[in-house]
T-cell receptor, first 115, second 109 residues
Framework: DGGITQSPKYLFRKEGQNVTLSCEQN?????MYWYRQDPGQGLRLIYY???????QKGDIAEGYSVSREKKESFPLTVTSAQKNPTAFYLC??????????????FGAGSRLTVL | GQNIDQPTEMTATEGAIVQINCTYQ??????LFWYQQHAGEAPTFLSY??LDGLEEKGRFSSFLSRSKGYSYLLLKELQMKDSASYLC??????????WGAGTKLIIKP
């Protein structure tokens, strides 16, 4: 079955540590996204990529980094510069980035807790 | 600024009908989406509206009025499994999605 796999599902980090969240898709989608979800707020875009080896900052990119070396993979690194990293992180993909009917397929999410 | 408003929480009874409203103010409009998200899980796509009117899909329907900046999601014959959060999102003129905070729907027997 085609889909998006995120790992790990739960992650605990000490302050000052970098962590990398994995996102892999086998849907042959061109565009991939990372969102952060906090209670009482809408999804906020961290980074997105419409093509391999290219990505753009979203609304809250500070303290995060990404890479897109393969079409299938879009890992997110939460660096120690991110002041409040405890959150639920969602990876998503879509066939193309610039289209009205741009339906996103989401992964199951990774919950990061900073101790 | 850009803004999406939806009620924080709603309660309904199994077998009944519920309407979840969404109002928006965005820079341009390229469509409105509804997603369902069960607690701790991935959001899943429910509907997409770009033209005014009602789109029906089984027990779920979605309505759009672009002139009023308004949409609603109508759920009929409610089932316990419909207990979830419902996310409204609007695609702006730059094809960026603006998300509401979601409406938590609680279904009671």
């Amino acid at each position: 079955d085609g889909g998006i796999t995120q790992s790990p599902k739960y992650l605990f980090r000490k302050e000052g540590q970098n962590v990398t969240l994995s996102c892999e898709q086998n849907l042959n989608h061109d565009a991939m996204y990372w969102y952060r979800q906090d209670p009482g707020q809408g999804l906020r875009l961290i980074y997105y990529s419409q093509i391999v080896n290219d990505f753009q900052k979203g609304d809250i990119a500070e303290g995060y980094s990404v890479s897109r070396e393969k079409k299938e993979s879009f890992p997110l690194t939460v660096t120690s510069a991110q002041k409040n990293p405890t959150a639920f992180y969602l990876c998503a993909s879509s066939r193309t980035g610039h289209s009205g009917a741009n339906v996103l397929t989401f992964g199951a999410g990774s919950r990061l807790t900073v101790l | 600024g850009q803004n999406i408003d939806q009620p924080t929480e709603m309660t309904a009874t199994e077998g009944a009908i519920v309407q979840i409203n969404c109002t928006y103010q965005t820079s341009g409009f390229n469509g409105l989406f509804w997603y369902q998200q069960h607690a701790g899980e991935a959001p899943t796509f429910l509907s997409y509206n770009v033209l005014d009117g009602l789109e029906e899909k089984g027990r779920f329907s979605s309505f759009l009025s672009r002139s009023k900046g308004y949409s609603y999601l109508l759920l009929k014959e409610l089932q316990m499994k419909d207990s979830a959060s419902y996310l409204c999102a609007v695609m702006d003129s730059n094809y960026q999605l603006i998300w509401g905070a979601g409406t938590k729907l609680i279904i009671k027997p």
